[in-house]
């Protein structure tokens, strides 16, 4: 939710101004400089020329939390590392996207049973919008679930949600 | 120098403080008493023979049916242009500490090889292994609220670290092999 969200009635001028700030959003997702492990090296892949995340506007990866839109967890997440994760999540300007990359942020993969110090899955830290499995997850598979944030992110509107005021009524009560 | 030779050498030196000698292992060592191992250190150092002036690695074992647990030095003498004889040296031995698994304390060697400072802290964070005079032992790899020393083989997991659930299988805390 940023600052322009939830403003609007539904049918005012909601309907191009979506699809201008959805076209915006989408086309320049701006990911953080944050690699955890060996997914880091196949999302490094992803940067370079052979497969080129920057055709999609993704290209721009940022050295701090505060200029990124999406987060893509690659790697083993610790329990030392997951008070920085929430940290760097929490630094991050609405709206942000979170894609857990590689079996050990999906569910702990191979550190599920033995490792005593990895978090069995990063959506125990923070929310996850997209989970690329994999042991590495190969650069396409990114590329996959890069494109399904933006058709997710295409179908955002800024309209207010027409269940609130439902919501608010059974609250109210 | 045989590593036969270097036991020889041990023995007559330190005597009692040298408990056992295993010449037939891959890497030969022997397992010497905790509380005369820094004079023994200090000896493999400096001793003419000996110049062991490298300690390559510390190895930290769980002898969970002896109730002990045990470090091994692994030591190297790397040749140094000019100074004396172990131009030609080059040679390996290891040497074996074994103390109660109750009160695991073992002399620190980081005054002798500064090596040792990190791969002592290591062992204190996986093993337990307290190294006594050691600068700053502190877990190394763990957060320093760790419960537990996790390579022990009975070890148990935390089922929850700092209000993330730690679902191992079936709620079990340790892992069945």
Redesign the interface.
């Known amino acids: 939710m940023s600052w322009i969200d939830n403003r609007f009635e539904e049918g005012l001028i909601v309907t191009s101004l979506d699809w201008a700030i959805n076209w915006g959003r989408t086309s320049s997702i701006w990911p953080m400089t944050f690699g955890l492990a060996c997914c880091a090296i196949e999302m490094m892949a992803v940067g370079a020329s052979r497969f080129d995340i920057d055709r999609f506007g993704a290209g721009a990866f940022r050295a701090t939390p505060r200029q990124s839109d999406l987060m893509i967890v690659a790697g083993t997440v610790t329990?030392?590392m997951?008070?920085r994760l929430k940290r760097l999540y929490n630094q991050m300007p609405d709206p942000k996207y979170v894609i857990a990359m590689g079996a050990c942020t999906v569910g702990g993969g191979p550190y599920?049973?033995?490792g005593?110090?990895v978090?069995?899955g990063v959506d125990?830290?923070v929310p996850v919008d997209f989970y690329v499995p994999g042991c590495p997850p190969r650069p396409e598979a990114l590329l996959e679930g890069l494109m399904r944030l933006q058709d997710k992110i295409l179908h955002q509107t800024r309209a207010k949600d027409p269940m609130s005021r439902v919501r608010a009524e059974v609250l109210a009560k | 120098m045989a590593p036969e030779e270097i036991c020889i050498i041990l023995t007559g030196e330190f005597g009692d403080g040298v408990v056992d000698t295993v010449l037939d292992a891959c890497r030969p060592y022997a397992v010497v008493r905790v509380d005369g191992w820094s004079d023994i250190a200090r000896f493999l150092r400096d001793d003419g023979r000996m110049r062991f002036n490298m300690l390559q690695c510390v190895t930290a074992l769980d002898l969970l049916e002896d109730n002990k647990l045990a470090a091994v030095y692994d030591l190297f003498s790397v040749p140094v242009v000019g100074v004396g004889p172990c131009a030609t040296l080059r040679q390996h031995f290891a040497i074996r500490v074994e103390v109660d698994r109750d009160a695991p304390h073992i002399p620190s060697v980081s005054g002798i090889w500064p090596a040792a400072e990190w791969h002592e802290r290591e062992a204190y964070d996986m093993m337990g292994i307290v190294f006594d005079d050691h600068p700053n032992l502190t877990r190394i790899l763990?957060?320093d609220d760790w419960e537990g020393y996790?390579l022990r083989k009975d070890?148990e997991?935390?089922l929850e670290?700092?209000g993330?659930?730690?679902?191992?299988?079936h709620q079990l805390n340790s892992?069945r092999h």
């Open positions: 329990y030392k997951a008070s599920f049973k033995h005593y110090h978090v069995k125990l830290v | 763990c957060p996790p070890y997991f935390p670290y700092h993330i659930p730690a679902t191992t299988e892992p």
